[in-house]
Structures are given as C-alpha cells and as structure tokens.
C-alpha cells in the first residue's frame, strides 16, 4: 500500500486522510496550545539518555586517544541520529496501517517543536525581573543559557533573554519546522515511500541534542563532539538563512528596507564563531532596533561576542516581548508559504 494516494493526499483510512502539510500545521497548532506537558515523557530526554550511555562507552573505549574519541563521536552520531530518524519512520508506518495512531503520530510531530516552551522559559525570567528577584531571574536564565548567570544585573539578564530568545528560535522551532516541510514536501511530491515530517524532525533534534550535550571545546570533548556539532551546524545552516531572509518580512519592514537589513545583518553575524548563532541573533537584532551581543562568561572565562546592531537601543522587557511575537508571526508565514508551495501538488 502506498503511503500516498496518487492524488498526493493522505487517504481515508491512512492518517485520516490528512494532507501531509496538514499534519505539520496541526503539529504546529499542538506546541503552541500546549507546548510539552510535564506528564509526558519527552523524545528528546531519551535522546539525552542514549547520549550520556553511548559517551560513557565511547570514552572507556577511547581513552584519552584524539582519534578514537573523534570515531567514537562519530558512531554516537550516527547511530543516534539514525536511530532517531528510523523511529519517526517506523510511528509514521504504524500511523499509516492502524488510523487510531494518528494523534500519536501528531504529539510526536508536536514534541520536536520548542516554540511554547521557549517562550514560557523566556517569560518567566521577565517574570522574576518584574518582581525584582534578581536570584530568581539568574536561576530561571541559567536554565536555557550557556554562559555564567551569577553575578548578571537587570540589563545583562535582558540582554541574554533577548539573545536566547533569538537564537534558540532558530534552532527550536524554525529549524525542525523547515525539516517537517521538506518530509511533507517529498510525500506531495510523490515520493511515497521516503522518510517523511517526523523522520527528518527526529534526525535533527537528534544532531540539536548531540551538540548541546557534546558540543563543547573542552576536554575530551574537543574530539567527541566534533561530529554532532558539525552535523547539527550544517542542519541548521539553511534553515538559518531562511530565517535571515523571511524575518524582515514577518516583521512588516518596508520593502525598501529589506536587503540594507539583511546585508547589515550578514555583515554583523560574520564575526561570530558560530556559522549560525551569530546571523540568527544578527537579523532579529537589526529587524527589530535591538542591541545584542557583548562581553559573555563561559564556565569562568571571558568571551566577547560581535556587537549586533551597535547603534540601537539596549534590550529591555518589551524588546524580548516583541521577539516571542515575531517567532509567532514567522512560523505562520513559513506555513502560509508551505501551503502555496505543496498545495497543488497532486
């Protein structure tokens, strides 16, 4: 049985007859409604578990040897990247053949998204701030954060709010989201029997995990988080740049202002180390007239990071307000454009 029907439409009887692009607008509607309840166990920490295991197995193995560990990654990699993406095929078979699996198939479309529950994280450091409790507002930042929270005033607490915000937009909700629309873009596209929406979102949050739990230059690391650091880098790499070329218009800038916007912000996130941290943080910061970037701690050491929008304001509450709308806005216009791209397909 074809996963599609010719007509490039879900049929009755398998997924409920759903459009594949329905089954992301759904999933889409699921995280922002109800984000990741607490109840319920969560893909992503089973990614974390796997993780921690296969680390602890790669680096008895491995020892302090720089090539084993960059095998050892490399295998971490693979297998749980390719674990991942095998399981989202296997849900949507099983969607296919028993119907009644389609909600479960929309929960886990639903999990791969972060956009609630970053803006929930976000809000309730505002939260703290606007009640004054600096402890609470460092302890709540620290959460979602890399860099060292203790010791952070107001402004700097803002500053990295708006930062994360920023950032994590992209690599949370815009990249697994471009992922969903490319696997429901190929079953449109008559590709029936290709990993679809759920496949590809689980092999990226896969690489995401891999690099937020491995990727740091330190210590063993160095070696065994290259490859889920560098695979998560080129996941995110084109997804980013829609992000840089769509944003402007999701915040209403006159056409007239688009590409001064846009090369303003390329020419600022250049001096990022990141090949997407700093262009993601580069666009909202210059979209919406806000002054990101500066000297940041890691772990006791001092990093300066490029100064976005130099001339702009600093980033206050409202500012970071305005950010979790406009990660609202843009997802709905990636959908708009979704639907007139596969649509007509048949």
């Not at 929406?197 to 063993?220: C, H, N, V």
Request: hydrophobic share 50%; proline share 6%; aromatic share 4%.
């Amino acid at each position: 049985m074809s996963l599609l029907q010719p007509a490039g439409v879900l049929g009755v009887g398998s997924l409920a007859g759903l459009h594949p692009l329905l089954l992301v607008v759904l999933a889409c509607a699921l995280d922002r409604l109800v984000g990741d309840p607490p109840c319920c166990p969560h893909p992503v920490v089973l990614m974390g578990w796997w993780i921690s295991r296969l680390r602890q197995l790669g680096e008895r193995w491995a020892g302090d040897t720089p090539w084993r560990l960059r095998l050892a990654g490399g295998l971490i990699t693979l297998g749980l990247v390719g674990g991942s993406a095998l399981a989202g095929v296997l849900l949507e078979r099983l969607a296919l053949v028993v119907p009644q699996a389609t909600p479960l198939l929309l929960i886990a479309l639903g999990s791969a998204l972060a956009g609630r529950s970053l803006a929930q994280a976000v809000q309730a450091v505002l939260a703290a701030l606007a009640a004054d409790d600096l402890p609470l507002a460092r302890q709540r930042l620290g959460w979602i954060v890399g860099r060292d929270t203790e010791g952070l005033d107001g402004p700097e607490i803002l500053r990295a709010a708006a930062e994360t915000a920023s950032e994590n937009a992209v690599d949370g909700l815009f990249a697994p989201l471009f992922w969903m629309l490319l696997g429901a873009g190929l079953w449109c596209a008559g590709l029936t029997q290709a990993p679809g929406p759920l496949a590809l979102a689980w092999g990226f949050k896969a690489a995401s995990t891999l690099d937020s739990m491995l990727g740091y230059r330190r210590g063993r690391l160095r070696w065994l988080g290259t490859a889920g650091a560098r695979l998560d880098d080129l996941l995110v790499w084109l997804p980013c740049r829609l992000v840089l070329l769509t944003l402007p218009l999701a915040a209403g800038l006159p056409p007239r202002a688009l590409a001064g916007t846009i090369q303003a912000a390329r020419r600022d996130g250049a001096g990022d180390p990141s090949p997407n941290a700093g262009l993601s943080q580069a666009i909202y910061a210059h979209c919406l007239g806000v002054r990101l970037g500066g000297l940041n701690h890691y772990q006791g050491q001092a990093r300066r990071k490029p100064l976005l929008a130099a001339n702009a304001e600093a980033a206050d509450a409202a500012a970071v307000e305005r950010i979790l709308r406009l990660n609202g806005r843009l997802a709905l216009l990636w959908l708009l454009g979704a639907a007139t791209l596969l649509l007509p397909l048949r």
